[in-house]
C-alpha cells in the first residue's frame, strides 16, 4: 500500500495536552475478607474525594481527591458513563485513548473491566459503544468508511502471548520510526458487529492466566491487553485514513506473597508482576516529575513498553484504580491511592494518525496481513525486519562477556544433561571430557573478569546522583498528612501486611544499612560501566532493612549452591539454558560463595546480576 504519514499532530502547531484522568472505585465490604473483623479503613466522602484511617496515627484520616469517586454501591453503568464513555468519541477521530484497571489483587479490576453476564464491565460496554459511535457517524456524514478490529494479548512472566491464537510463543515488541509501538505476529480481526466481538472475545478471555490464591479464588496472573482499532477512510481523493487505538487493560494485582499464600510457580508469576507493576510506578514517577528532565524507563518492563502510547504518550487516558475496604488490605489500598495520587499529574500529548494513500485504490488487507499496531508496511518486511533486531538483541555491542569458544558451555550444559541420566561406568569418560571443557571455560572466565574490571571506573556517577536526591523512585510526593511524626508505632500486623512494592516506598519505615551499601556500590558501579540505565538506578536495597535484604540474599545464595534444576528454575529470571549453567558451574567448580559470583556464568552480566538480585529479592520477601 503506498501510504505516506502525513500528519504528526493536528491541527498542525497546535500543542494538545490530555491529563490522565484518575477514577478510583472501591468495591463492597466483604467480611470473609475481614478475618479480625476490623471493619473498613477506607470511605469515600464525596464523588470525587475518600478518607483513609492514617496508619501513623489512627485517630487521623488521609484524605485523597480524584477526577472521581465511585463507591461501592456504584453500578458498572455508572463507572462506564463517567469515567470511560467521554473518552471514547476521540478513537473515532484518530486518535488513541486507554482505560487500565489498577490495584491489588482481590480489589476488583477484573469485576470493573470484565464483570459478568448480569453486570457487563467497561469492555463490554466499550466495545458496544465503540459501535454504536461508528454507525452514528456513518448516517452523520457518508463520506468516510470505517472499519474495526481487535487484537487481545497478555503479559505472563514477562512474555506477550496472543490470546486470540494461543501458544507459547512471547511475541516481540517493536516500535516504528513514529514511535507506535507494534507487536509483529499478534493475531488481529476484523469485527463486523457487537456480536461478533462477543464470539471472539469470551472464549480468548478463558485463555487469560488465572489461578486461585488466597485472596482470590479467580485471581488474574497476567495482564490482559484488549485491543480495538477504528480505521476510517475518506472515499474521495485524497484518501485520507485515520487510525484510532483504544487499549483496554486489566493488570494483574500487586501481591503481598505473605497474604496470598503463594509459592513454587505462583511466586514466581507474583515477583513478575509485583516487578512490572514497581516499573509502571517508576514510570509514572518519571513522568508525574516533570517526563523531560530525565529518562522514563517504559523499557524496563514488558507492561510499560507497551502502555507507552498510554502514559505520557499519544492517548487520552483513564485509570481506574481498585480499592478494598478491609483493614487486611490496608497498606495495599495507601499504596495504591498514592500511585492513582501520581498518575493525576501525567499529561499526555493525543495527536491524529492520519495516512494519505496514494493512488487513491481500497485495499483489503486479510487478517494475517494486519497486524495490531496499525503499521502499514507489508507483513512479510516487518517479520524480516523483525528478525534483524532480535538477532541484534541477542548480540548486544560491548558485550563484555562474550566467549572465544560459546560452543564450550552449550558443550557443558550437554554433558551436565547427560550426566544425570548416564550408568556410573560412563560417566568417568564424560568426566574426562568436563576436565578439557574447564580449562577453556576458565580461560573464558578471566577474560570475562578483566572486562568486567576495566569496566568500574563509573561509580563515582552514580553515588552523585544519590546523593544529589535524583533518584526518581524516592521523590515520591506523600500528602502532607503522612508527613507527620508519628506518635503510633506500626503494630505488628500492619508491618506483614506490606508487600515488596510497598517497602520500595516506604522510606520513612526503611533503615539505611552500611553493609549493604557496600555491596549496592559494587553491583551499581558495574550497571554503570555498562553505560545503560535500567531497574536497578535508585539504590532501591539502600531503603530496605539490612537484616531482610541479607536473609533474602542468603536464601538465594541457598537455591543456588543446592538447589535441584527445578528449584533453579523456581528463581526469577532463570530459565532452563540459565539454570543448566549453574549447574554445569557448580559441577567444575563447586559453591557460590557469593551471589556476584554469577557474573563468572556466560550470559549473566552485572546488569542481568543486579535485575537478578532485586527480582528475586523482591520476591522472597513475601515466603
Ligand atoms: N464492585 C463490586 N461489586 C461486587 N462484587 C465485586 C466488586 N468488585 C469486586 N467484586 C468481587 O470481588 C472479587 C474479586 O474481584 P476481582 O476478581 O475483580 O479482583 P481483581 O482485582 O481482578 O483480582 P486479581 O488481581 O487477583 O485478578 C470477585 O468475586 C468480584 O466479583
Redesign the pocket.
Known amino acids: 500500500m503506498a501510504a505516506q504519514r502525513v500528519a504528526g499532530e493536528v491541527p498542525k502547531g497546535t500543542k494538545q495536552t490530555s491529563r490522565v484522568r484518575v477514577a478510583v472505585?472501591?468495591?463492597?465490604y466483604?467480611e470473609k475478607q475481614d478475618e479480625k473483623s476490623e471493619g473498613p479503613c477506607v470511605r469515600g466522602l464525596d464523588s470525587q474525594s475518600l478518607e483513609i484511617i492514617n496508619w501513623r496515627n489512627a485517630t487521623e484520616t488521609l484524605h485523597y481527591q480524584f477526577d472521581a469517586f465511585?463507591d461501592?454501591q456504584?453500578t458498572?453503568q455508572e463507572?462506564f458513563l463517567c469515567s470511560v464513555k467521554p473518552i471514547l468519541p476521540h478513537i473515532l477521530k484518530g486518535q488513541n485513548a486507554s482505560v487500565f484497571?489498577y490495584?491489588?489483587?482481590?480489589?476488583?479490576?477484573?469485576?470493573?473491566?470484565?464483570g459478568?453476564q448480569e453486570?457487563p464491565g467497561v469492555i463490554p460496554r466499550a466495545v458496544r459503544e465503540v459501535f454504536n459511535l461508528v454507525k452514528a457517524k456513518g448516517k452523520e456524514d457518508d463520506s468516510w468508511d470505517y472499519s474495526i478490529g481487535m487484537s487481545y494479548l497478555e503479559i505472563y512472566n514477562e512474555k506477550v502471548l496472543d490470546l486470540l491464537c494461543p501458544s507459547a510463543h512471547d511475541l516481540p515488541i517493536r516500535e516504528d520510526k513514529d514511535r507506535n509501538i507494534l507487536i509483529p505476529g499478534l493475531t488481529y480481526t476484523a469485527l463486523n458487529s457487537f456480536s461478533d466481538f462477543h464470539t471472539q472475545f469470551l472464549p480468548a478471555s478463558l485463555n487469560r492466566t488465572?489461578a486461585s490464591?488466597k485472596?482470590?479464588?479467580?485471581?488474574?496472573?497476567s495482564h490482559a491487553i484488549l485491543l480495538i482499532k477504528v480505521v476510517r477512510t475518506q472515499q474521495t481523493t485524497p484518501h485520507r485514513q485515520q487510525t484510532g487505538k483504544l487499549y483496554l487493560v486489566?493488570?494483574?494485582?500487586?501481591?503481598d506473597n505473605r497474604r496470598t499464600g503463594n509459592k513454587g510457580i505462583r511466586l514466581k508469576e507474583s515477583g513478575a508482576i509485583n516487578l512490572s507493576l514497581f516499573t509502571l510506578s517508576k514510570v509514572v514517577d518519571a513522568l508525574s516529575a516533570g517526563g523531560g528532565a530525565g529518562r522514563v524507563p517504559y523499557r524496563d518492563s514488558k507492561l510499560t513498553r507497551l502502555l507507552q502510547d498510554s502514559l505520557g504518550g499519544s492517548a487520552h487516558s483513564v485509570m481506574i484504580t481498585?480499592i478494598?475496604p478491609e483493614y487486611t488490605y490496608y497498606f495495599d489500598t495507601y499504596t495504591a491511592l498514592n500511585f492513582a495520587a501520581k498518575s493525576k499529574q501525567v499529561v499526555n500529548k493525543p495527536f491524529v494518525r492520519e495516512t494519505v494513500t496514494v493512488p487513491p485504490v481500497q485495499v483489503k488487507r486479510s487478517r494475517e496481513e494486519q497486524e495490531a499496531t496499525g503499521s502499514d508496511e507489508p507483513q512479510n518486511k516487518r517479520l524480516k525486519n523483525c528478525k534483524r533486531s532480535d538477532s541484534e538483541e541477542h548480540t548486544p555491542p560491548g558485550q563484555p562477556h562474550s566467549p572465544t569458544d560459546p560452543s564450550v558451555l552449550n558443550r557443558l550444559i550437554a554433558l551436565e544433561k547427560l550426566l544425570m541420566g548416564t550408568p556410573v561406568k560412563e560417566r568417568l569418560k564424560l568426566h574426562r571430557e568436563i576436565q578439557e571443557l574447564k580449562e577453556k571455560q576458565k580461560k573464558f572466565e578471566s577474560n570475562a573478569k578483566m572486562c568486567t574490571m576495566s569496566g568500574n571506573g563509573a561509580s563515582g556517577n552514580f553515588t552523585d546522583s544519590l546523593s544529589s536526591g535524583k533518584s526518581p523512585l524516592f521523590r515520591m510526593h506523600l500528602p502532607p498528612l503522612q508527613r507527620k511524626p508519628s506518635t503510633a508505632s506500626r503494630s505488628k500486623k500492619q508491618q506483614a501486611v506490606v508487600p515488596p512494592l510497598q517497602v520500595l516506598q516506604q522510606c520513612p519505615v526503611a533503615k539505611k544499612p552500611p553493609t549493604c551499601q557496600k555491596d549496592r556500590k559494587n553491583l551499581d558501579c558495574i550497571e554503570v560501566s555498562e553505560g545503560k540505565e535500567n531497574i536497578m538506578t535508585g539504590g532501591w536495597e539502600t531503603h530496605m532493612d539490612k537484616s531482610v535484604l541479607e536473609q533474602s540474599r542468603h536464601k538465594i545464595l541457598q537455591v543456588l549452591n543446592s538447589g535441584s534444576l527445578k528449584d533453579l528454575k523456581g528463581l526469577q529470571q532463570i530459565g532452563d539454558k540459565k539454570a543448566k549453567l549453574i549447574l554445569g558451574w557448580r559441577e567444575i567448580h563447586g559453591s557460590f560463595t557469593k551471589l556476584e559470583d554469577l557474573t563468572k556464568i556466560e550470559g549473566i552480566t552485572a546488569k542481568r546480576l543486579s535485575s537478578f538480585i532485586k527480582a528475586n529479592i523482591l520476591s522472597s520477601m513475601g515466603t
Open positions: 472505585r472501591l468495591r463492597p466483604m465511585h461501592e456504584t458498572q463507572v484497571a490495584g491489588p489483587t482481590g480489589a476488583g479490576k477484573t469485576h470493573t473491566m470484565l459478568s453486570q488465572t490464591t485472596l482470590n479464588q479467580r485471581s488474574s496472573r486489566d493488570l494483574a494485582g500487586s501481591e481498585n478494598a
